[in-house]
């Protein structure tokens, strides 16, 4: 594809980040805020890249806060940005979610059948059911009825989420990010799954919402769902629906309550997997 094609050819700041395993989501936060996308983990920490010129001064807060906690540091050099499905493809196993629904690339060809089968190329995406909060969303959704109703998928990665509720039985399934990388990989995906989801590039604040939807999700981090919050109340069915929030720990739970509240979400429960947190709410 064209744009594909063009994002090879493209100059791009790559940095390699060092840091404590348990630091690597939180630092993937923070450098996302700065405009850093597509990021690959590593055994030491993660691999990410920038169109334009860094900012040095933001990038040295960042490390006088977590270079002692974290041990983090950070390398970069300007590069040719890769695809990384090679590198994917050396440690992709098929997730198993529920007894119910496998995640798995297509090149697992010999496993047995479930009742939802979801192809996924992760690509340069986020998203493949590997990491905690993917799998507690995914594990989410097969307890909630979506046959028929509308789904918004908010930073939809490699569309993997919106791919399900639309494999669920959902009547319509919006999702977006503000990654080229993302939206092309979803389009992908979906295609390979024979489902239709519609995707554009767009962050929520640009989104033009016509019609309320039933269900809403948003795997992304802290920081980001906080900000975002009022838009997800805003984006609901007036008859009101459903929110899945996920990319937190545990112990930010009381801070993405508390600003669910002061929208009118109204918690329902949470679910915990490595510390990480997936929280449902009706609104």
């Known amino acids: 594809m064209p744009a594909a094609n063009n994002a090879f050819a493209m100059s791009y700041q790559e940095f390699t980040i060092t840091c404590r395993p348990e630091f690597t989501e939180i630092l993937i936060a923070e450098f996302s805020t700065l405009g850093f996308d597509t990021f690959q983990e590593t055994a030491t920490g993660f691999i990410t890249f920038l169109e334009e010129e860094f900012n040095e001064a933001l990038l040295n807060d960042i490390h006088e806060r977590y270079s002692s906690t974290a041990n983090f540091s950070f390398v970069h050099k300007e590069t040719i940005k890769q695809n990384w499905n090679k590198e994917w493809e050396k440690n992709y196993d098929p997730i198993i979610i529920d007894e119910t629904c496998v995640v798995k690339a297509p090149f697992h060809t010999h496993l047995p059948v479930y009742p939802i089968e979801l192809i996924i190329t992760p690509k340069m995406s986020f998203g493949t059911g590997h990491h905690e909060t993917t799998h ?105 629906g459903t929110v899945l929030l996920s990319g937190f720990y545990e112990t930010d739970l009381g801070d993405i309550i508390k600003c669910a509240k002061e929208v009118n979400l109204d918690y329902v429960h949470h679910k915990v997997r490595n510390k990480w947190t997936m929280a449902r709410f009706k609104g």
């Open 136 to 240: 507690l969303m995914l594990a989410e959704m097969l307890t909630l009825d979506v046959k028929d109703k509308s789904v918004m998928d908010a930073g939809t990665g490699t569309g993997v989420l919106a791919i399900l509720a639309k494999k669920q039985g959902a009547k319509s399934v919006f999702a977006f990010d503000i990654d080229d990388w993302c939206v092309e990989n979803t389009m992908e995906n979906a295609e390979v799954n024979n489902v239709r989801v519609q995707v554009v590039k767009a962050s929520i604040e640009e989104v033009k919402i016509d019609n309320g939807y039933d269900v809403i999700l948003a795997n992304i981090n802290k920081n980001i769902l906080i900000s975002q919050m009022h838009y997800y109340k805003k984006s609901l069915s007036a008859k009101g």
